[in-house]
């Protein structure tokens, strides 16, 4: 039993490893796969949920419920 737990641990760590080739990387370089490359994107999210909640908190950022900041 523990063998076979081991063994299904082991593939499902596995799975997610993968060699990517060269030409490969181009496509995975994309802007949309960078974390911050959705700046923009991201604050607008932060100040609409801000605004829909009717409070700010630890974002740093102040303002009210109104969404007028």
């Known amino acids: 039993m523990k063998t076979l737990l081991a063994s ?3 593939t499902v760590a596995l799975a997610g ?6 030409y490969q990387r181009e496509v995975l370089a ?8 959705e700046a923009l994107e ?3 999210r932060q100040h ?3 605004s829909r909640e009717g409070g700010a908190g630890g974002y ?6 109104c969404g007028c900041n």
Do not use: Y
């Open 60 to 65: 740093a950022s102040a303002g009210g419920g």
């Open 8 to 10: 299904i641990i082991l």
């Open 30 to 37: 994309d802007r949309a796969m960078a974390p911050s490359g």
């Open 17 to 22: 490893c993968s060699t990517v080739k060269p």
């Open 48 to 50: 609409w949920q801000e």
């Open 42 to 44: 991201d604050h607008f």
